[in-house]
């Protein structure tokens, strides 16, 4: 079971790490809609640092919960139409 969190974590990690790479705002500068894209972003990026953070302190079950709220975070803001992402692929659900 601990080898199967483990590589879960690793998973949900690398999702999140490479959906903020892939995810670019997609509403108007300047804009309330583009002040909740770069919040949803600092969100995203906020509980992937934290994930790191659990990770080093050998706590895998808050790393996974933090990696999957910053993925949730990201793929909520896609369903909006805050971000444009890639249509194909595992990392968005829109």
């Given at each position: 079971m601990t080898a199967d969190l483990h590589e879960k974590t690793d998973r949900y990690e690398?999702?999140?790490?490479?959906?903020l790479a892939a995810a670019?705002?997609?509403v108007p500068?300047?804009?309330?809609?583009?002040?909740?894209a770069l919040e949803c972003r600092e969100m995203a990026e906020a509980y992937l640092d934290d994930g790191r953070h659990f990770?080093?302190?050998?706590?895998?079950?808050?790393?996974?919960?933090a990696f999957s709220y910053g993925h949730a975070w990201l793929d909520a803001g896609a369903r909006m139409?805050?971000?444009?992402?890639?249509t194909e692929g595992e990392l968005f659900t829109t």
């Open positions: 690398r999702l999140l790490s490479e959906a670019e705002v997609g500068e300047g804009t309330p809609l583009h002040e909740a990770r080093e302190d050998d706590d895998p079950v808050n790393a996974l919960a139409g805050l971000f444009d992402v890639p």
